[in-house]
């Protein structure tokens, strides 16, 4: 019998609070190590506003019921992963273009190995970006584009 989302919630909070604040990162456990990612990403790439809004409080509890779900529906992590970034992470990215942030945003691209989630792009955000990222005649980059 399938686990209902109410008890795998508790369990991955749990999992995700105890050891992703400790600084553990169980390579086994792919929501803490997901999780421990998206940390860095966000005060690395996003944070004091470099390529975007930073997440707010509430994209953990967003990614712990995201992962919670994609547990119950049998979607492999790295599935569930691309997903929560393309809807919770890249709406945030717009920046105006200077040198250092393109460099930034390329290393992001590069950090984030971007081809393994491109068959979870089906609205071609990453060729977007790129395309966005390479025209001379762009002041701005920017997800809603």
Request: net charge negative; hydrophobic share 35%; aromatic share 14%.
């Amino acid at each position: 019998m399938k686990e209902k989302i109410a008890e795998v919630i508790p369990k991955i909070k749990n999992d995700i609070e105890k050891n992703s604040d400790n600084g553990d990162e169980d390579e086994q456990n792919f929501d803490i190590k997901d999780w421990n990612n998206i940390v860095h990403w966000n005060e690395k790439y996003f944070c004091k506003g470099k390529l975007g809004r930073p997440l707010g409080y509430r994209a953990k509890e967003d990614y712990i019921v995201f992962s919670a779900a994609a547990k119950i529906l049998d979607i492999p992590n790295d599935e569930c992963f691309a997903h929560f970034l393309f809807i919770n992470v890249m709406p945030r990215i717009f920046f105006f273009v200077s040198e250092d942030r393109v460099k930034l945003f390329n290393e992001w691209l590069k950090e984030l190995d971007i081809q393994k989630y491109t068959n979870y792009d089906p609205a071609n955000i990453i060729d977007n970006f790129k395309e966005q990222v390479t025209d001379p005649q762009r002041q701005n980059i920017n997800y809603w584009t």
